[in-house]
Each structure stands twice: as structure tokens, then as C-alpha cells.
């Protein structure tokens, strides 16, 4: 009985503990869902600045407790992508630099709003964090919007480039067949020009003849009209 008693308690200690594990996955997933998808760091729940190695930590952590094949939540997927992505992002040096960049503008941005300095004590209260990120949000929501904005010019100015060369492809495919189709008429338009050619001197001729024949008709009967002398 006791036997059966101990049992029975590993059993329920076992599923409470498989319920609490579940409830970790599922809180963890929420989280990265609600996280603001711009901020890598939020996302992977870190701090600016931290070393790669806290960031390598973290990923493999977070991504063995939500992974698709290790919790039914039907949102694990969605969750787990933008959790690697989150980590290709600040293992990108640029990316990560970009970031941290902005993140500074964002906290400098907060102070000279507030008229402090780096050194007021403002700034080492859970307050101020807050704020920071509210802050870092504000600013790297306007720079998705002007590098989308870049993007989109971009996009234009190519399509116009791109609408100039295919205009002027199309203007020399239209001469090229100008020039051959010319060039396949040249036999015919020689020909015609030759049959005009012959077709015009018999005419000329007759004419010339004519006059002729008729200057000689008038002086042969100019000499007939003279009489002779004495």
C-alpha cells in the first residue's frame, strides 16, 4: 500500500511539474509575441550591450523550451521565428550597431526632452528605463519608416531607369527592322527603278526624232521656194 501511495504521489508531482513546464512555455511564447518585433533585445528579453555569448545563452535556452516540436501551443511557430530572427539580428554586426545606435539616440533623446544631464539621478530609477524604452520605440519605429520611404524611392528611380532602358531598347529594335526591312526591298526598288529607266528612253528618243524630222522637212522646202538667178 505504501508502495502504491508513493506511486501515486510521483505520478501527481510528475504532472504538476509537466503543467508548470507547460505554463513556462506558454508564458514564454506570449512574451516574445507581445515583444516589439524592431527591438531584437526585447525580444530575446536581454539588454543593450550585452556580449555575444549572453546572446548565444539565451537563444539556445528560449528556444529549446518553445520550440514547435516540444509544446502543442499552436503559436510556438510564430513564436520561435521571430526568436531566431531576433538572434540573426544581433549576431549581425551592422544589424546590432544600427540598433545600439538608435537605442543611444533614443535615451539622449529622453534627456534633453526631461533638461537633464547624464549625470542626474533620474536616469538610475525603473522609471526612467521605462521610459527609455518607450523612447527606443518611438525612434526605431521613424527609422523603419524612413528606410522604408528610402526603399520605396529606390524602388521608383530604378523603375524609371528601368522604363528608360526598355524604351530605348524597344527605339533601336524599331530601327533595326527599319533598316532591314529596307534592306530586303533594295532588289525591288532596283528593279522599278531600271523598268522607269527603260520605259523613259524610247519616249525620249521619239521626241528627238521628231524634231529632228521636222527641221529637215523645212529646210528641204526652203530650198525648193529658191529660184534660180539670170
Keep these: 500500500m505504501a508502495s502504491d501511495s508513493a506511486k501515486e504521489d510521483k505520478e501527481a508531482l510528475n504532472a504538476l511539474d509537466l503543467e508548470a513546464k507547460e505554463f513556462e512555455k506558454d508564458a514564454e511564447i506570449d512574451r516574445i509575441l507581445r515583444a516589439f518585433r524592431l527591438d531584437a533585445y526585447a525580444v530575446l528579453d536581454l539588454q543593450p ?4 555569448s549572453d546572446i548565444k545563452v539565451t537563444y539556445r535556452k528560449k528556444s529549446l523550451l518553445i520550440h514547435p516540436d516540444k509544446t502543442k501551443n499552436p503559436q510556438a511557430p510564430d513564436a520561435f521565428d521571430r526568436l531566431k530572427k531576433a538572434q540573426t539580428e544581433l549576431m549581425d554586426e551592422k544589424h546590432r550597431a544600427r540598433l545600439d545606435e538608435a537605442i543611444a539616440d533614443a535615451r539622449m533623446l529622453l534627456i534633453r526632452e526631461n533638461k537633464w544631464t547624464v549625470d542626474s539621478p533620474e536616469l ?4 526612467f528605463a521605462k521610459r527609455w524604452r518607450e523612447k527606443s520605440k518611438e525612434v526605431l519605429i521613424d527609422n523603419e519608416h524612413r528606410r522604408r520611404r528610402q526603399m520605396k524611392a529606390q524602388l521608383q528611380e530604378e523603375g524609371r531607369e528601368q522604363a528608360k532602358q ?3 531598347l524597344e527605339e533601336r529594335k524599331r530601327k ?3 533598316e532591314q526591312d529596307w534592306e530586303a526591298t533594295r532588289d525591288e526598288r532596283i528593279s522599278s527603278w531600271r523598268t522607269f529607266q527603260k520605259g523613259a528612253r524610247p519616249s525620249g528618243d521619239s521626241e528627238n526624232g521628231s524634231s529632228i524630222s521636222t527641221a529637215a522637212n523645212k529646210k528641204k522646202k526652203k530650198k525648193q521656194k529658191l529660184k534660180p538667178i539670170g
Design 49 to 52: 550591450g550585452v556580449p555575444e
Design 124 to 127: 538610475k530609477t525603473d522609471d
Design 166 to 168: 526598355e524604351a530605348e
Design 176 to 178: 533595326r527592322q527599319h
